[in-house]
């Protein structure tokens, strides 16, 4: 009797036993998965840059937009100077047109008078022309 007595303890020791080591995994398992949370947590607040990280960062984009905005300038002054470069080439062609224009035709002139006479023609305009300037600087 005694051996039973002990074989009924002994299993009723394996069995709280039994429970307890169930219910202690399973505060494991509880455990566990609030580990992995933290980690979790953790990571995510050790990739969120610090204040040092973001002054670096906002003093690298302001040397960039000043470095944009110096490209810039730059380019629009050299395109003001690239189109003044044309426009007076343009108009120095012009007056080189006009001046062939005024020399074939002195030497097409075989007279005097025909001479004299594109002499005041060329008066005439360069009076027409200096008036249309004058009218329109006022």
Do not use: W
Request: aromatic share 6%; proline share 1%; glycine share 0%.
């Amino acid at each position: 009797m005694e051996q039973e007595e002990h074989a009924q303890v002994l299993a009723e020791i394996d069995e709280e036993f039994d429970n307890e080591n169930a219910k202690l995994i399973a505060k494991r398992k509880l455990v566990a998965v609030e580990n992995r949370k933290v980690n979790i947590v953790q990571r995510k607040i050790e990739n969120c840059p610090s204040k040092i990280e973001i002054t670096q960062f906002h003093k690298r984009l302001v040397e960039l937009f000043d470095h944009l905005n110096m490209k810039t300038e730059e380019i629009r002054r050299h395109s003001n100077l690239y189109n003044t470069v044309q426009q007076t080439q343009m108009l120095f062609n012009k007056e080189k047109k006009y001046l062939e224009e005024i020399n074939s035709s002195y030497r097409g002139c075989k007279a005097k008078k025909e001479k004299e006479l594109l002499k005041n023609n060329i008066a005439a305009t360069l009076a027409a022309i200096k008036q249309n300037i004058d009218q329109s600087q006022k």
